[in-house]
């Protein structure tokens, strides 16, 4: 059975944009070579989750549930490629599910212009973090 839902927020829209030199980072740290095409990897959209309103908010839930996120999965799929260079509107939900305790990031990245271009889900486990130690990270 899928985990019931506990509560879900909505974060966004938020201005992003691909950047060039990330990009191109993203692909080596990932092991491939930038693509060509001047489109971004096609998980390059997970590094905006580390902006830091987004990150505040996983860290918040996290927070609240004394556990700290370890990645299950992610999924993407595209309307059109995402363009180096390019800004995009990106809109989050959080949902925190109670069986398996985890943290469901649904996103959607919209052209300037408002039509959808990418949407894709990031799935974190929520570990207790006794099992950790005081040390771990949030």
């Known amino acids: 059975m ?6 879900t927020a909505a974060l966004g829209p938020f201005r992003v944009t691909v950047d060039a030199e ?10 491939f070579a930038p ?11 997970a590094v905006w989750l580390t ?11 996290c927070a609240e549930t004394d556990s700290v996120p370890v990645h299950e999965s992610q999924s993407f799929a595209y309307d059109s490629p995402l363009r180096v260079g390019e800004s995009y509107d990106l809109s989050l939900a959080l949902r925190r599910e109670a069986t398996p305790p985890r943290l469901v990031i649904e996103a959607v990245v919209a052209a300037l212009g ?19 130690g005081a040390e771990a990270p949030a």
Do not use: N, Q, W
């Not at 990330?22 to 092991?31: C, D, F, K, L, N």
């Not at 408002?114 to 950790?132: D, H, I, K, Q």
């Open 22 to 31: 990330r990009a191109a980072a993203y692909s080596r740290e990932v092991g």
């Open 51 to 61: 902006a830091p309103d987004i990150h505040a908010s996983i860290a918040r839930v």
């Open 114 to 132: 408002g039509e959808a271009c990418a949407r894709f889900e990031t799935m974190l486990r929520l570990v207790p973090r006794g099992g950790f």
């Open 35 to 45: 693509r060509a095409d001047g489109s971004a990897p096609l998980c390059y959209p």
């Open 2 to 7: 899928v985990g019931a839902e506990l509560e």
